[in-house]
């Protein structure tokens, strides 16, 4: 299955790329920022048809067409195209994410890298790897010498106050802030060292159940902002190198108006 789970994640990465090349529509789901492409689209039939193929029998959890077969015993988790407003604007941030879980845990996880060409990937037990190559998470402890990322929902102007308190007070207590686009890029970078914590609101289990594992198998610590494990319906993600887990939580919190 993890052979196939690499397999899938390969082509569909490949469909993205080849349709960046291309002339595309692009559409709106709700409002004016929440987009869609051909290349969403395409992406999520290839990568069902291929699971319809294959195993038949497994439920489907995607971004696109919803659910089908939810509580079956093997749950397949797709965002067919992670950073659609990068890839509809040509800036090559973006990403096929699928996870895989069994009995409502996630053993399996393949981020593709599209613009890179790197796949990361991980199974349950068995580390986190780019590509070939096993990859951890950064050493980094103090918060000051730590480089964070962060997104912002769709509907961010519905919810600027909290997204807005939390981003100052990192601005203040990090080395500094990016924010790419692709909650699975994140996470996937997070893994690798390359960034120490991330934050997020009100992300969808498409957003981020292939990357936390991966970000866990890698070394790394993924909570909501109380530090409770995460569940399907989570809407608060902390992630981090571990290390600074715990002064993250406490300036979320703080910043929260929440006991920490």
Request: charged share 20%; aromatic share 10%.
């Amino acid at each position: 299955m993890f052979e196939k789970l690499l397999e899938i994640t390969t082509l569909a990465s490949a469909f993205v790329k080849e349709r960046a090349l291309t002339p595309f529509e692009v559409e709106f789901k709700t409002g004016e920022m929440n987009l869609v492409t051909e290349a969403d689209k395409g992406s999520e039939k290839l990568i069902i048809d291929y699971i319809h193929k294959n195993f038949p029998s497994h439920g489907i959890l995607a971004e696109e067409s919803g659910s089908e077969h939810q509580y079956a015993e093997f749950l397949w988790v797709i965002d067919p195209l992670d950073g659609t407003t990068n890839f509809a604007h040509g800036l090559p941030l973006y990403s096929v994410s699928i996870g895989i879980m069994k009995n409502g845990e996630t053993i399996m996880g393949a981020v593709a890298d599209v613009s890179r060409g790197i796949i990361y990937s991980s199974e349950k037990g068995n580390g986190a790897y780019s590509g070939n190559k096993k990859i951890s998470v950064s050493s980094r402890n103090r918060l000051e010498e730590s480089l964070l990322v962060t997104g912002f929902p769709y509907d961010v102007r519905e919810h600027t106050e909290p997204i807005l308190s939390i981003l100052s007070s990192f601005l203040k207590s990090s080395r500094g802030i990016r924010r790419l686009g692709s909650a699975a890029l994140d996470f996937c970078y997070i893994a690798q060292g390359v960034f120490d914590g991330y934050w997020e609101m009100y992300l969808n289990p498409w957003d981020f159940c292939a990357g936390q594992l991966i970000v866990e198998e890698a070394g790394g610590t993924v909570t909501d902002y109380s530090g409770e494990r995460l569940n399907l319906h989570s809407k608060e993600i902390l992630c981090s190198n571990g290390l600074i887990h715990p002064i993250m939580k406490k300036i979320i919190a703080e910043s929260l108006g929440r006991t920490s």
